[in-house]
């Protein structure tokens, strides 16, 4: 019944900006910490974002981090990344994913850690 489904992704030239949304069901959304993961062709799946469920903290790496926002909303059953500035090298496939009574800090945030994901929704920066 736990099911994530992305949306919002699309082309987008350098420099632009778009806003994934994941819409979440079959489970109260406050107990769960979100992720936000992208994993480009042969490259390994990497955290971007997360915001935890036990003080609505976020995470960002240094990769993305004053370009991209994290932000949910428990009541809608939502969670969103906006991403501006985007880059070419921001191309991939990006993921939500949820762990419940996770806590994400520090300079790391392992897919591995989460156990619900979504099915991704592409991003592609191109000129």
């Known amino acids: 019944q736990l099911q994530l489904v992305e949306s919002g992704g699309g082309l987008v030239q350098p420099g632009g900006s778009l806003r994934l949304s994941c819409a979440i069901s079959g489970f109260r959304l406050d107990i769960y910490t979100i992720g936000w993961f992208r994993q480009a062709p042969g490259k390994e799946r990497e955290g971007v974002s997360c915001v935890n469920f036990s003080d609505n903290t976020t995470y960002y790496p240094d990769s993305v981090k004053g370009r991209f926002t994290i932000s949910r909303d428990n009541a809608k059953n939502t969670v969103w990344l906006q991403m501006n500035s985007l880059k070419p090298e921001d191309t991939a496939i990006y993921y939500c994913?949820?762990?419940?009574?996770?806590?994400?800090?520090?300079?790391?945030?392992?897919?591995?850690?989460?156990?619900?994901w979504g099915r991704g929704t592409q991003v592609t920066v191109s000129s």
């Open positions: 994913a949820a762990e419940a009574y996770y806590y994400c800090a520090g300079f790391v945030l392992p897919p591995a850690d989460f156990h619900s």
